[in-house]
């Protein structure tokens, strides 16, 4: 899936108290590395250093629009110098930011958000309602070519009440407001007669840019007047792209760079064995599927695709696959880092017996399907095809794994072929992801199913304060989808991500790799 959009037991739950005046949990998400590498020991913060970070992303094309921000460079390099009204802690709960509070109306569809008095922007101009109202304005209307257009199109209205306070009012009810808030695209940026400057570098995160070289580096030193505590302990930061893995991993091998993202699955055991080397494990939302589209036959019969939900070995896919870095999926998108994870639910695990059952309910006897997979749906996507055909074929299912080109495979292969793998970032909350991918008719539902019910629980979700109904609605879709979706979800992959034993922080976030791509700001120099 396009770069854009996070295991440990969720469960914490909150109350619609919480919820409104700003401290809704996500779950937890951070876990230790199957191969027992943990998060580094958290000492006590002190300032000083320059911090070196590699990324395995970031283009010549990469600049300063927020509109048009897809890869996690971007998103690191943003996080790094800009400000957000809200964002997901390390703890993996929504927080404040530049909002110290926020609180909605009974029907969740007027929300107020009251900035931090001391906040301001890199050239010392303080940050105020209109600031707020321009940044999100300039994702807005039909001109708007951003991709975070569709998230902030429910805004029906924005108004200033007070320099310090925005009213945003929504076109329906949405208890997950503020959480959209803190995606990665709607920074907020110095306004000027109700615009702003979309190739400004001029933010009001806990640094400031010294220089950009788009594909290559940036630099960044700490704001001095940066106005949250117990944050941005480096005196300097250094951002690099370095595409492939294998430099990637020397360069932190060798002291060129303090920490690095996107740990190779096939090395990392190598990584492990170094003693001045911390590797990350972080098993968040991101997941990868088999899409399946549900109005072509064989897959338009339910039988069929429960079928194959039983003949495919997640075990399997996430030890040979993963290396064990991840977590087996249920047929559904929700992550045990999800508020509203239904782990409850029946398990589905490797039946040969129950695909044949379902194939006979079908009226086959045998089946013979084709799967398109390629390395640019994510990485193993061929071999976890291959793994899939050898266990299915037990069940009498003759599946052909076929390799489509890397080049050109979102464009013509995804959502054109009628079996594909998928690889999908997730989404912080269920409606997000919900409406993301499986509402019926969105641009990105990828098998093009459509269910009544579920539709139904969707809207009526969006909008219910009450913690106990809402849970019990996103439970009900997730059963719907594992039990009659047409996408196979077989595994959670983690973000794997290494430093320097030098390096220290605390819990990591999972929503993101590299601590929710906010480790400049949030780690620090034992």
């Known amino acids: 899936m396009k770069y854009d959009d996070d295991v440990t037991e969720s469960g914490l739950l909150i109350s619609r108290r919480q919820l409104l005046k700003g401290a809704a949990a996500l779950g937890a998400g951070a876990m230790l590395s199957p191969l027992g590498s943990g998060i580094a020991q958290a000492s006590t913060p002190k300032r000083g250093g320059t911090f070196r970070i590699g990324y395995g992303h970031g283009n010549t094309t990469d600049g300063y629009d927020p509109a048009v921000w897809d890869n996690g460079y971007s998103q690191a ?24 509070s926020w609180e909605a109306s009974p029907d969740a569809k007027t929300w107020t958000f009251h900035l931090n008095a001391n906040a301001e922007f890199h050239n ?47 076109s329906a009810g949405n208890a997950d ?15 000027k007669d109700g615009k702003i400057d979309p190739s400004g570098n001029i933010g009001c995160g806990a640094y400031k840019v010294v220089s950009f070289d788009p594909g290559v580096r940036a630099v960044l030193e700490r704001y001095e007047n940066f106005y949250r505590d117990g944050r941005a302990w480096f005196d300097r930061v250094e ?23 996107q740990v190779d699955l096939n090395t990392v055991h190598l990584m492990k064995r170094r003693p001045d080397v911390t590797v990350l494990s972080t098993t968040g939302t991101q997941h990868y599927t088999f899409a399946m589209d549900s109005r072509a036959a064989p897959y338009s019969d339910n039988n069929v695709r429960l079928a194959l939900k039983y003949a495919v070995d997640r075990e399997e896919l996430v030890q040979k696959i993963l290396n064990g870095y991840g977590a087996v999926g249920n047929d559904h998108p929700i992550a045990t880092a999800n508020r509203y994870h239904a782990g409850e639910l029946e398990q589905h695990a490797y039946d040969a017996d129950k695909a044949k059952f379902y194939l006979k ?24 095809g291959v793994l899939f055909a050898e266990k299915a074929n037990a069940a009498g299912i003759d599946l052909k794994v076929q390799r489509e ?24 909350t269920e409606d997000w992801m919900f409406s993301t991918a499986y509402a019926e008719g969105v641009a990105w539902n990828d098998t093009f199913w459509s269910h009544k019910r579920f539709n139904e629980l969707l809207l009526a979700a969006r909008s219910e304060l009450d913690e106990g109904k809402r849970r019990d609605m996103y439970v009900e879709m997730q059963s719907i989808l594992s039990k009659e979706g047409s996408t196979i979800i077989p595994m959670f992959a983690a973000y794997v991500d290494a430093h320097s034993k030098k390096v220290a922080h605390g819990p990591i976030a999972a929503n993101w790799q590299t601590d929710g791509n906010r480790a400049t700001e949030r780690w620090w120099f034992a």
Not at 253 to 258: A, F, M, S
Not at 368 to 380: I, K, N
Not at 405 to 426: E, I, L, R, T
């Open 124 to 170: 010392g101009k303080s940050v105020t309602a209109q600031d707020v109202i321009a940044s999100i304005n300039y994702h807005r209307g039909e001109e708007s070519t951003s991709a975070a257009k569709p998230i902030v199109e429910p805004i029906s209205n924005m108004k200033a009440a007070g320099e310090k306070t925005v009213v945003f009012e929504l």
């Open 405 to 428: 080109p890397n080049d050109g495979y979102w464009s013509n292969v995804w959502m054109k072929k009628p079996f594909c793998a998928v690889y999908w970032g997730g989404r912080p």
């Open 177 to 191: 407001f503020p959480f959209i808030m803190s995606d990665y695209h709607l920074a907020i940026r110095p306004s």
């Open 239 to 261: 951002i690099l792209s370095i595409l492939d893995g294998a430099a990637r991993q020397n360069a932190l091998l060798t002291g060129e760079i303090d920490a690095m993202d």
């Open 77 to 100: 390099f943003a996080h790094a110098r800009e400000g957000y009204l809200t964002e997901v802690s390390n703890t993996n709960q929504l927080a404040p930011s530049l909002s110290d």
């Open 361 to 384: 309910k079908a009226g086959m006897d045998k089946l013979e399907v084709t799967l398109s997979a390629a390395d640019a749906a994510f990485t193993g996507a061929v071999d976890a």
